[in-house]
């Protein structure tokens, strides 16, 4: 078998494209499961989220009238291959990263934030009352979650003096629990990491009882399937990402499903905690508390590093 060959099944089968999709169903599953078990419900099946793929993919995609067709059918395509793409850089599976490089650690946040931008770009594109106010919410509770989870990914970032995910995963695993040392940044970046997935009770772009679906209300089919399983595989990265940095690594598979299922039943535990927020509670109440708050730890991490205290 060829290199070119063997690298392109590497990408694919482990731990590349379908392992991720596949750990995105699983932990889809159990966070709907805990949710449930949480409300006293019984909660899907073991295999629901794969059921419920194989029906979208097997439905017909109806395209709405007075829209561009070429937006309407790529933007989940998009959407997904920038989740995908940036588990290249992440030590997922507790495996090392395929691919990495000085500032990956930026690259791999904005990778993330594809799938919200093509989230608010579907519901803009179609005439929907739904999916306009969807986008429009979208993209406002963007602003409102991906500077205080970009300032709290930082927060390790400074502490180890480097942008490469591997170098301050490494960083972590030789000083674990970076999480008690900083404790704003652990707390902002879980928190970030619900409103970027718009998690209870950050789901005001997507409420059932209010506007549908939000911005993917015309959505059916293969595109709102591969909406859904991008936001599958986005959560484990998210969870992989807080697990390397604040847990002190994800140095081998078992250490991964500890830590990032760990984190997966806090996030379940305060998605049944709290009530939905209200667009514009998330955004003045997350952007100025989480923002200022993670700032000002990133401003004393940066006096001590240059005073020359380790931390």
């Known amino acids: 078998m060829s290199e070119n060959m063997k690298s392109i099944l590497s990408l694919l089968i482990f731990p590349g494209g379908l392992a991720v999709m596949a750990a995105g169903m699983i932990y889809e ?73 000085t500032g990956d650690l930026v690259v791999t946040i904005y990778l993330l934030s594809i799938l919200t931008l093509c989230t608010g770009l579907a519901g803009a594109n179609v005439a929907n009352r739904f999916s306009i106010i969807g986008a429009t919410r979208t993209l406002t509770q963007l602003f409102s979650y991906e500077a ?22 490494q960083y972590a695993t030789s000083h674990p629990w970076l ?8 707390l902002v970046a879980l928190i970030g990491l619900m409103g970027k997935l718009e998690l209870p009770p950050f789901d005001a772009p997507e409420a059932e009882t209010e506007i549908v679906s939000g911005a993917l209300t015309e959505y059916s089919g293969r595109g709102y399937a591969l909406f859904r399983l991008g936001r599958s595989v986005e959560l484990v990265i998210g969870l992989t990402l807080v697990a390397a940095f604040y847990l002190g690594g994800v140095a081998n598979p078992l250490l991964f499903l500890a830590k990032t299922l760990g984190l997966l039943l806090i996030i379940a535990a305060l998605q049944s905690l709290f009530a939905r927020l209200r667009i514009d509670q998330t955004v003045g109440l997350w952007w100025r508390s989480g923002a200022v708050l993670v700032l000002l730890q990133l401003l004393v991490l940066i006096a001590l590093k240059y005073f020359g205290v380790a931390i």
């Open 148 to 169: 205080p989870f970009l300032l709290a990914l930082f927060g390790p970032a400074i502490a180890a003096g480097s942008w490469d995910i591997a170098v301050i995963e």
């Open 179 to 186: 999480m008690v040392f900083q404790p704003i940044g652990f």
């Open 29 to 101: 599953y159990i966070d709907r499961k805990l949710v449930a078990r949480f409300q006293n419900r019984v909660g899907p099946r073991w295999f629901q989220p794969l059921a419920d793929f194989i029906k979208l993919l097997a439905k017909e995609e109806v395209i709405p009238e007075g829209i561009h067709p070429v937006l309407f059918q790529w933007l989940p395509v998009v959407a997904i291959a920038g989740a995908l793409t940036s588990a290249l850089y992440v030590p997922m599976f507790g495996v090392e990263p395929a691919f990495h490089f």
